[in-house]
């Protein structure tokens, strides 16, 4: 019996784009509406209370349910999930653009954030299934490429959209955004059938889930994610304290997003090409991330700018190194589910990356802040360099 041939490598691209475009969409979704809530007028989010609930439903939903999702994938294929939540993001902001109430934005975040957590580890399920184990380093570099454009367009667009026709403007571009890309999946993305799958106990999983081959890049990327966030949260208001504007402090920002975004793509190709390792790119990610938040504690512009340019050379090296591992160490048939449950390992970075710094800037300064994550960060490539110098032969 003849198999059919493999796609060319032109088609194998035609068939990434819309996966890269809903990692766009959930950056976009994600940071748009995040980075303008301030200007929301209304009672709904006057409280500084009030609005970090709206910020944390987005992500909250996406903690909750990626592992979810990623394993209805796993059961019945990831392009029919993809589908779903591509169309339900699409009814979610849909929902505000036709209410326009206070009341209908919390449904419509939650409703952003719930869909979200479906299509994403789905993309990422994908980009591994239709790509030869040698590709995925350009292919999860292009990925997280997409994504960091999303996230650093968003506040820009998301702002403008706000200040041309409020947030109605914006949650209507999102809706055509989300049914242009399920529109686009829906024609160029192929059908991938889920694979034959072993039975899985609580214990199976829990097992799999704390192996070094998915705990290392996991915990690589939830640092990754903690530092990149507590960079764009946190650099403004250190610049703003050296007595820098808001120009140069977006400037700085703008220069960590637009730095890890350049770096994903030529970090994958290198991974590709043999010319890096897995391990020995995560821990030299999580050194340079960690340098970089030593950098904040310099005064002035010059340490804001060294900070920036660091930790998103950092972050922009594990992201498309750590995804590939996830996908090397785990069953065809669990990808769903292991992108998923890496996803909540980001989104627990995300969140928990500020709040420590928080704390730590709570109890002390902000500096020493940066210096508790930058230790967190540090401690397990040091730790592993130490012991691998020890385990050396002695002669």
């Given amino acids: 019996m003849s198999h059919p041939a493999a796609p060319s490598a032109a088609a194998r691209d035609r068939q990434m784009w819309p996966l890269y475009a809903a990692g766009f969409t ?83 975040r939650l409703g952003q954030g719930a869909a979200a957590s479906a299509f994403s580890p789905s993309a990422s399920a994908l980009v591994a299934r239709l790509n030869p184990a040698a590709k995925h380093g350009r292919a999860f570099g292009s990925y997280g490429f997409c994504k960091s454009i999303g996230y650093t367009l968003g506040p820009l667009l998301g702002g403008g959209l706000v200040w041309l026709g409020g947030f109605r403007l914006l949650f209507a571009v999102m809706t055509i955004l989300a049914l242009a890309v399920a529109g686009w999946a829906l024609l160029a993305v192929p059908a991938v059938p889920p694979l034959p799958r072993t039975r899985q106990t609580v214990i199976d999983l829990a097992r799999r889930v704390t192996d070094p081959p998915f705990l290392r890049p996991t915990a690589a990327l939830a640092g990754a994610t903690a530092a990149l966030s507590v960079g764009v949260g946190f650099l403004p208001v250190t610049g703003a304290a050296a007595g820098l504007g808001t120009v140069a402090t977006g400037a700085a920002v703008s220069v960590l997003a637009a730095t890890a975004a350049l770096v994903q793509p030529r970090a994958g190709r290198a991974l590709d090409a043999g010319r890096i390792t897995v391990r020995g790119g995560l821990t030299v990610g999580l050194l340079i991330a960690a340098t970089g938040l030593g950098c904040a ?53 995300d969140a928990g990356g500020p709040l420590l710094v928080a704390g730590v800037a709570t109890a002390a300064t902000l500096a020493y802040g940066y210096a508790a994550l930058a230790i967190v960060l540090a401690a397990g490539p040091v730790l592993s360099l130490v012991l691998a110098f020890s385990r050396r032969p002695r002669v």
């Fill in 26 to 108: 959930t950056a976009f979704g994600a940071h748009a509406v995040a980075a303008n809530l301030g200007a929301f007028s209304d009672d709904a989010v006057k409280s500084l209370l009030t609005l970090g609930f709206l910020l944390a439903l987005y992500d909250g939903a996406e903690v909750l349910l990626k592992p979810v999702f990623g394993t209805i994938a796993d059961r019945i294929g990831a392009r029919p999930v993809l589908l779903a939540g591509l169309v339900g993001f699409a009814v979610a902001s849909g929902l505000y653009v036709v209410a326009d109430s206070p009341g209908w934005l919390w449904v419509a």
């Fill in 297 to 349: 504690t310099l005064p002035g512009i010059v340490g804001v700018l060294l900070a920036a340019l660091l930790i998103g050379t950092g972050t922009g090296l594990i992201t498309p190194l750590g995804f590939p591992a996830l996908a090397a160490s785990t069953p065809p048939a669990r990808l769903g589910q292991t992108m998923g449950t890496a996803e909540l390992g980001r989104e627990l970075g």
